[in-house]
């Protein structure tokens, strides 16, 4: 059985990367039941989650250890995209979230980039210390991030 | 506002055997007017719960990779299991709102002014929980629940 246990800790395997300066926005798709509507729509803390351990090995690449997929804006627009790209692959019932990388570094979270197939923009957060992002850390990026696109409300 | 108990117990045959879940159940008990009475299934249910096993139900049918992000099924034990427990919430306490994890578990959470009471439930590990109160929190495993909430109402009661 695959657990986090058995995975090494992602500050092992993962180093912050320095290039992707503070300033650089990040992006993560955000899935209908991310968001609570009332009494505005906001960000919840499961927006920020990390791939499921065990679906880590199965990955195209395989990832070594858990963390949580971003796209980096700076490069789409490198790659004359905007930022709607990020759909790709999920569907138009998902939002967009925005946050700095900044944000993320002051939840104690590393940036690491991890280019895949036709999106050499992605990357990936993850922990600094410890094996997986505690909630409150989850509940911080949450509050930093912005909606800047709202998925589909679920009816 | 009303005060509320969360405190795990063995009180409950395991849902399915061999759940890790179900091995550690949890009661609601509401505290009325300094007497605390336990909430057992077969009393009032809260006006909600009908809009929240469609919620639940909806959670069955998410298919594997249902946030895009590689997402597992919502596991049936922790479905079984939150079913369970939210029926046996006292009718008093406002709906709460769940949300399918990607590692295959449900959180359940309260959002009143200015506080936050989450308790997340997920397949093959211990449920947890997180309790925000101001500037002020805790999270862990759900045995350490109950100095956490009462450190919490105690603050409630201060302010």
């Known amino acids: 059985m695959v657990t986090e246990l058995s995975l090494p800790l992602p500050c092992s395997v993962y180093a912050d990367d320095a290039t992707i300066t503070d300033e650089h926005l990040l992006v993560r798709t955000v899935h209908p039941s991310w968001v609570r509507w009332e ?3 906001h960000l919840k ?3 920020f989650q990390d791939y499921p351990a065990k679906r880590l090995a199965t990955m195209d690449p395989p990832v ?3 963390a949580m997929s971003v796209s980096l804006l700076f490069e789409i627009e490198q790659c004359n995209l ?6 790709g692959g999920f569907g138009e019932e998902y939002g967009l979230a925005t946050l700095t990388a900044g944000q993320v570094r002051a939840c104690n979270q590393g940036i690491v980039r991890w280019p895949i197939d036709e999106k050499p923009w992605h990357a990936m957060v993850f922990c600094l210390q410890g094996a997986q992002r505690s909630t409150r850390h989850k509940k911080q990026l949450a509050r930093a991030a912005t909606l800047v696109r709202l998925p589909a409300r679920p009816s | 506002m009303t005060d509320v108990l969360i405190r795990p117990n063995e009180i409950r045959e395991p849902a399915r055997s ?9 009661t609601i008990a509401q505290d009325r007017g300094g007497h605390r009475s336990g909430v057992t299934l077969g009393s009032q249910v809260p006006p909600w719960l009908g809009a929240a096993f469609e919620e ?15 997402a597992l099924p919502v596991d049936g034990t922790v479905l079984e299991f939150t079913a369970d427990l939210i029926q046996r919430f006292p009718p008093s306490l406002p709906k709460p709102d769940m949300t399918p994890t990607a590692q295959g578990g449900i959180t359940i959470e309260w959002n009143p002014s200015g506080m936050c009471l989450s308790l997340t ?11 925000e109160v101001g500037d002020e929190w805790w999270e862990g495993p759900i045995v350490d629940v109950p100095d956490a909430i009462s450190s919490m109402v105690a603050k409630v009661r201060r302010a």
């Open chain 1, 39 to 41: 009494p505005v729509p």
């Open chain 1, 45 to 47: 803390s499961e927006a």
């Open chain 1, 64 to 66: 070594p250890a858990v």
């Open chain 1, 82 to 87: 905007t930022i709607e790209c990020c759909l």
């Open chain 2, 18 to 26: 061999g759940a890790v879940l179900s091995a550690r159940t949890v």
């Open chain 2, 56 to 70: 639940l139900t909806a959670f069955a049918h998410l298919p594997p990779n249902w946030d895009g992000y590689h």
């Open chain 2, 121 to 131: 439930l997920t397949p093959e590990s211990e449920p947890t929980f997180y309790v």
